[in-house]
Structure formats: C-alpha cells, structure tokens
Nanobody, 121 residues
Framework: QVQLVESGGGLVQAGGSLRLSCAASGRTFSGRGMGWFRQAPGKEREFVAAVTWSGANTNYADSVKGRFAISRGNAKNTVYLQMNSLKPDDTAVYYC??????????????WGQGTQVTVSA
C-alpha cells in the first residue's frame, strides 16, 4: 500500500508561483514513477507532469511546458511541482499519483487526496 499526501496549494495572482509537494510512504513505493494531474470544475482529470523513479527523465503536458517543473527529492519519496507564470486556466485541484511503472504513460495505482490551486486574474 502507498499513501500520498499533497501540500502547498493556495491562492495566487496570475503570473505568480507556487510549489506543490507530495510525500509518499509505503513498502511498495520503490521503483515507481510519480506524476501530477489536475482537475478543473466541470472538466476531466488531466495529466500535468511525470518523473521517472530515478528522477532523470520528465515529461509535461504542452499547456505547462516551460512554466512547470517536476522533481524528486533525494530520498525519492517526495515529489515536487514548481509552478511559475501561473494563469487563471491553471486553477484546479492538483493530485499526486504513484504510477504502476517507472515512467509515464502508465497505469495509476495510487492517488493523493488533492490540493486546491486557485489563480486569480
């Protein structure tokens, strides 16, 4: 079993920055890639970014390329999402995810509870 706990969401003005964190625990966490997804009101959950188990490789949705950066802590059980140049369209609940495999695309085995990010115009 893997448990994921997100933090760092909040309210920010357009053009501002936020850093999300996800702390993972559980004996089956090793070897998994990690990702961030988001869901805006009335929309489906969508992929934002992912990082491999080693942290060496990342991939991003086109809508956030150049603005967001995903990274993994040295102990590999923490994942961050640095969000810069935020836009009102980035407003959503952001979810941390533990992948079944070591990289994305992959099935998602575990989800965090989500953290709200609101960007005002």
């Amino acid at each position: 079993q893997v448990q994921l706990v997100e933090s760092g969401g909040g309210l920010v003005q357009a053009g501002g920055s936020l850093r999300l964190s996800c702390a993972a625990s559980g004996r089956t966490f090793s070897g998994r890639g990690m990702g961030w997804f988001r869901q805006a009101p009335g929309k489906e959950r969508e992929f934002v970014a992912a990082v491999t188990w080693s942290g060496a490789n990342t991939n991003y949705a086109d809508s956030v390329k150049g603005r967001f950066a995903i990274s993994r802590g040295n102990a590999k059980n923490t994942v961050y999402l640095q969000m810069n140049s935020l836009k009102p369209d980035d407003t959503a609940v952001y979810y941390c995810a533990a992948l079944r495999g070591s990289y994305y695309p992959s099935e998602i085995d575990y989800w965090g509870q989500g953290t709200q990010v609101t960007v005002s115009a």
